[in-house]
C-alpha cells in the first residue's frame, strides 16, 4: 500500500490518509505469505519455491478448479521447498496462499 504523505497539512488530513489507505489492505498486505498458483496431476507431488524466509506453518486454499484433495506432503518444508500433494483422482488447479 502506497500513501501520499507529502499531501499531509495537517492531523486531520493524516488520519484519513491512513483510513483510506489502511482499509482496502488484504489478506497479503496483512500477513507475511505469499500466494502460488500450482497445478497438480492426480495422485502427485509438486514442489514449489518458498518465497517466505522461513517455513510457513499454515496454508490455505483460496481457489480450487477439480475434484482432487490437496493436502501437504510427507516431504518436509524447507526454507526454499514447499511440498503439497493431490490425493485425489483428477488433476487440480489451484491457488494457495502460504503464511507463517
Do not use: C, H
Amino acid at each position: 500500500m502506497i500513501f501520499k504523505f507529502s499531501v499531509i497539512k495537517n492531523l486531520q488530513s493524516l488520519i484519513l490518509e491512513l483510513k483510506n489507505g489502511l482499509t482496502k489492505l488484504d489478506l497479503l498486505d496483512n500477513t507475511e505469505s505469499f500466494e502460488a498458483k500450482i497445478e497438480i496431476k492426480p495422485r502427485s507431488e509438486i514442489k514449489i519455491q518458498n518465497k517466505l524466509l522461513f517455513i510457513p506453518s499454515k496454508y490455505i486454499i483460496v481457489s480450487q478448479e477439480g475434484e482432487g484433495q490437496i493436502t501437504k506432503s510427507t516431504t518436509s518444508w524447507t526454507t526454499r521447498k514447499l511440498f503439497l500433494k493431490n490425493n485425489g483422482n483428477r488433476a487440480v488447479k489451484a491457488t494457495v496462499i502460504f503464511m507463517r
